[in-house]
């Protein structure tokens, strides 16, 4: 069935270290993917997303690129800040057989100062 | 403010007991969606419905049960509560389900804030 495999965490990074979240997904036909961020003591929100191959989700420094032949969509950002620190979540978004989201497991993100 | 109303946002019962959460959807979405949120499991997806109608069905426990009402908004009922059941309980709300009716295939979920269910 359809998938999302994201890297365990939890990631501790200085502040301005690069960030990289990987994100893979198994899926029938062509979905559209995302990332969503959770802050702490909020609901999830969209980050960004793509929905065909090769296209590049970006938003808040934060870039991901809907890798097809590898089905991937891994999260970068090149300096992170303290304010990153939260739960980021890949999701994908599938109609066939059903309309339905998928979500993985969260990662978790602690950035120090 | 996301535009998803949920409430109450916290809530601590006995087990055994039965709870109603509710959910407003964002101005505009006919699409609502149930999930839970444990420390161990993640994110999990209980139930959707579209327009009053249950569109998927998740991990749904048969003491969990679930409607949307006509003016949209939904509630999810938990029964027989455990300790297990303790967790957050997510609502998120989306336009739309099908083609041709605002889906652009990039099916955005809008979460509100969750409500936090303790049952000791």
């Known amino acids: 069935g359809d998938s999302v495999t994201q890297m365990e965490g939890p990631v501790t990074l200085s502040e301005e270290a690069c960030l990289t979240i990987?994100?893979?997904?198994?899926?029938?036909?062509?979905?559209?993917l995302f990332w969503y961020v959770q802050y702490p003591g909020e609901g999830l929100q969209l980050l960004l997303k793509a929905t065909k191959a090769d296209d590049k989700g970006s938003n808040k420094g934060f870039e991901a690129t809907y890798r097809k032949e590898t089905t991937s969509f891994h999260l970068e950002k090149g300096s992170v800040q303290v304010s990153d620190s939260a739960v980021y979540f890949c999701a994908l978004f599938t109609y066939t057989g059903g309309f339905k989201t998928i979500f993985g497991a969260g990662t978790r993100l602690f950035v120090k100062a | 403010d996301s535009g998803v109303t949920q409430t109450p946002k916290h809530l601590i019962t006995a087990t055994g007991q039965r709870v109603t959460l509710r959910c407003s959807p964002r101005s505009g979405d006919l699409s609502v969606y149930w999930y839970q949120q444990s420390l161990d499991q993640g994110l999990q997806f209980l139930i959707q419905?579209?327009?009053?109608?249950?569109?998927a069905k998740g991990n749904i426990l048969e003491r969990f049960s679930a409607q949307q009402f006509p003016d949209l908004h939904s509630e999810l009922n938990l029964s027989s509560l455990e300790l297990g059941d303790s967790a957050l309980y997510f609502c998120a709300s989306s336009v739309a389900n099908a083609p041709g009716q605002g889906f652009s295939g990039a099916n955005v979920l809008t979460f509100g804030a969750g409500s936090r269910l303790t049952v000791l």
């Open positions: 990987n994100c893979t997904y198994t899926a029938t036909g062509y979905p559209s």
């Open positions: 419905y579209y327009n009053g109608e249950e569109r």
